[in-house]
């Protein structure tokens, strides 16, 4: 097999999956080469929405063989997300997080959210304890204002 000239691929990482997508020459031959070698397990799935494959990112390296014989590895765009360093607040919030159950990369809805779940199994009115709801309350306070501020 050769790299075809003027095909393209785009490989987006998103999380624990790759987004693949390609065009340009001889786009039938990599769309049926693509699934003889990753629809075999299942693994890739079609977001038509995004208009992307989305396979595991364990099969980053047989992907990337796959891209070296269909296309021309200029034509191959990565594209990684930034990994910023956690600034000094976010490392004083992962604390409140962690009392709320939530990730870091939770969305601030989900704040709200999880104070209210736990408040009803926490509440002192429903059994809970005092000093227990107070944490929950005191690191919801702490997320939503540290939201509203940056």
Request: proline content about 6%; charged content about 25%; cysteine-free.
């Amino acid at each position: 097999m050769a790299t075809i000239d003027g095909a393209w691929a785009e490989v987006e990482e998103a999380g624990p999956r790759l987004l693949v997508r390609w065009g340009g020459a001889g786009f039938d031959e990599l769309k049926a080469d693509f699934r003889r070698r990753f629809l075999r397990h299942r693994d890739a799935i079609y977001l038509p929405e995004q208009r992307a494959w989305s396979i595991p990112r364990a099969h980053m390296r047989g992907l990337e063989a796959w891209l070296a014989l269909w296309v021309d590895q200029e034509a191959v765009a990565w594209e990684r997300p930034a990994r910023r360093p956690a600034p000094a607040q976010a490392l004083a919030l992962a604390p409140a997080y962690r009392t709320l159950y939530l990730t870091e990369d939770a969305p601030i809805e989900l704040v709200e959210a999880a104070r209210r779940v736990l408040s009803k199994r926490y509440h002192p009115d429903a059994g809970g304890d005092t000093a227990t709801m107070q944490r929950i309350n005191a690191a919801a306070d702490l997320l939503l204002s540290a939201a509203q501020s940056g």
